[in-house]
């Protein structure tokens, strides 16, 4: 990066911001009230600096409900296909677990339920997940929790990585599809690890096109434009499955704030290119301001 002028220089948190730089953009994954007041502050003094990307935006992606609120909004039919969110119930901290059974019925929510932590925090108990089978098991969780119906994809996610204008699009192997037969024979609520990781990469695998087919090129970068405005981010990236069975039906799932992206493709070129794009733009706004 130090080839095309890009010097990165490693922020002391317990030093004050305006006393360290001078800086054209400062790139950050921290959270908290404090460093958000550390942050804000800076931008007020010295809206010259680009913030990647502004703590207020990065804290709607730390709760799963207002997370995927974006998706919900989004009218995308005339891109080549349908996207959406699986249908999902909030359980807040104050409910009491035994009355789960109960709101989940009264929501008319379909088995199975994958059961994920509200709150996103970069902890690994933010990324504990369930799968429910049955809904009287669901007792046994914690709130708050995001009780999402889980939707068969044939045991195939797409990760899409976005920096700035840039798509980038990874498959990764999933869970499997989860039959009715399976269903009628199985109780209770299990733990699942991160099955969707780096190393559940399946790009190479030899899988059958109408599940491993990626999304319509127009309909990523649709999804993308309308996710980056309506987010306020540029570093994040979406995982999307493909109803199986379907061409064009998908859901999105998650949203990362500023993820691994080390493991996307090409990443250097491609975020070496997004800062030099950053700073031109700044240095032509200002020329024509
Ligand atoms: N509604 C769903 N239907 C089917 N599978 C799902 C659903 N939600 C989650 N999964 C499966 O569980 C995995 C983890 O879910 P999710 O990505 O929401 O968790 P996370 O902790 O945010 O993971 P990440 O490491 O991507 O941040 C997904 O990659 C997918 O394999
Ligand atoms: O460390 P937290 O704040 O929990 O965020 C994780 C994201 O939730 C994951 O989605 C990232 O993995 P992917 O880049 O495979 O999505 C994961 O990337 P990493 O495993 O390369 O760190 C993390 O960014
Ligand atoms: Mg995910
Ligand atoms: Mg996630």
Redesign the pocket.
């Known amino acids: 990066m130090w080839s095309k002028g890009i010097y990165f220089v490693a922020i002391d948190v317990n030093k004050p911001l305006a006393e360290q730089g001078p800086f054209d953009i400062v790139l950050h994954k921290l959270l908290g009230e404090e460093w958000r007041d550390v942050i804000e502050d800076f931008r007020q003094k010295h809206p010259e600096v680009i913030v990647l990307d502004p703590p207020d935006a990065i804290q709607h992606l730390h709760n799963?409900q207002s997370m995927l609120q974006d998706v919900v909004d989004l009218n995308l039919s005339d891109c080549n296909g349908k996207v959406g969110i699986?249908r999902?119930l909030v359980i807040t901290k104050d409910k009491n677990p035994s009355t789960i059974p109960y709101e989940v019925n009264k929501a008319g929510l379909k088995l199975p339920l994958?059961a994920?932590p509200l709150v996103?925090d970069g902890s690994a108990k933010?990324?504990?997940?369930f799968l429910a089978y049955d809904e009287f098991s669901l007792s046994e969780l914690e709130p708050p929790l995001v009780l999402?119906?889980?939707?068969?994809?044939g045991g195939l996610?797409f990760?899409i990585y976005i920096v700035g204008d840039s798509i980038k699009v990874v498959r990764?192997?999933?869970?499997p599809n989860i039959s009715k037969r399976e269903l009628s024979k199985v109780s209770g609520v299990y733990r699942?690890p991160?099955?969707?990781?780096a190393a559940a990469s399946a790009d190479d695998a030899d899988l059958d096109p109408s599940i491993a087919e990626h999304p319509p090129r127009p309909l990523l970068e649709r999804l993308a434009k309308e996710l980056r405005h309506r987010l306020g981010l540029r570093l994040f990236?979406v995982?999307m499955?493909r109803e199986y069975g379907t061409k064009d039906v998908f859901?999105v799932?998650?949203i990362?704030y500023f993820?691994g992206f080390g493991k996307m493709p090409d990443y250097e070129h491609v975020f070496t290119d997004f800062l030099l794009n950053l700073k031109q733009n700044k240095c032509k706004k200002k020329l024509t301001a």
């Open positions: 799963r699986p999902q994958v994920k996103v933010s990324h504990e997940l999402q119906e889980f939707v068969n994809h996610l990760k990764r192997f999933s869970l699942f991160r099955v969707s990781c990236n995982d499955i859901y799932i998650d990362n993820p």
